[in-house]
């Protein structure tokens, strides 16, 4: 059964910091895993999808990356900035039939001006 | 183009009651997947339908049902409220079937007293 755990639940840092959420599960066999932003009481915003057999993607400031045989992922967030506040959250896919997203529990950051 | 969208925004019901959500996909996605995010969790997935047939049902109760128009919009169902219904639903939408990247909504938010 796949689980899907982000390290660290919460994290603060200052402005301008260069920042790495991290993702583990525990199953290898995924089709794909995507980042995803949540700000208080909002709907999901989607910020990277990494395939089964990319090694990385990258958006603006953002960089995932995905190492499958030692089931990590991870986000990476240069010169942070206030707006970056968010709970970050990270989805993995199953490969296979059974094609439903497994979600870990987010990590909170706050970014202080 | 216009994101997925979901209404109501705020929906405060009690016991017993029956509840209707609703979401709009993308224009020209064809699956509309449905998920509860109870605070501080990670969202959990309740239903899958693609092209007006269920394509795949989460750990949910009868209660749960929904349903897919010709125009892909879908309704998300919730009868005999109860407490633990409380939550952020989620309408997430994907070009094909196998959901290789969904977009969300910004969600319903549930009170159940």
């Known amino acids: 059964k796949q689980e899907v755990t982000q390290i660290p639940a919460a994290l603060s840092v200052p402005e301008g910091e260069n920042l790495v959420l991290n993702c583990s599960f525990t199953?290898?066999?995924?089709?794909?895993l995507q980042w995803f932003r949540q700000d208080p009481g909002k709907g999901l915003t989607s910020l990277l999808l990494?395939?089964?057999s990319q090694r990385e993607q990258t958006s603006g400031r953002l960089n995932a990356s995905l190492d499958k045989s030692s089931g990590r992922s991870t986000l990476y967030i240069a010169a942070s900035q206030p707006g970056d506040s968010a709970t970050y959250l990270c989805?993995?896919?199953?490969?296979?039939?059974?094609?439903?997203?497994?979600w870990g529990l987010g990590t909170s950051l706050a970014v202080n001006p | 183009d216009a994101g997925v969208t979901q209404s109501p925004t705020h929906l405060i019901k009690t016991r017993g009651q029956q509840v209707t959500l609703r979401c709009s996909p993308i224009?020209?996605?064809?699956?509309v997947s449905w998920y509860q995010q109870v605070l501080g969790q990670g969202p959990q997935f309740i239903f899958q339908?693609?092209?007006?047939?269920?394509?795949g049902r989460g750990n949910f109760p009868d209660r749960f049902s929904a349903r897919q128009f010709p125009n892909y919009s879908s309704e998300l169902n919730v009868n005999a409220l109860l407490l633990g219904d409380s939550a952020l639903y989620l309408c997430?939408?994907?070009?094909?079937?196998?959901?290789?990247?969904?977009?969300f909504g910004p969600g319903t938010r549930l009170t159940v007293l």
């Open positions: 989805a993995v896919r199953n490969a296979g039939n059974n094609r439903k997203l497994i």
């Open positions: 339908y693609y092209e007006k047939e269920e394509r």
């Open positions: 199953d290898s066999a995924i089709y794909n």
């Open positions: 997430a939408s994907s070009f094909r079937s196998d959901q290789n990247e969904q977009f």
């Open positions: 224009s020209g996605h064809k699956s």
């Open positions: 990494i395939q089964s």
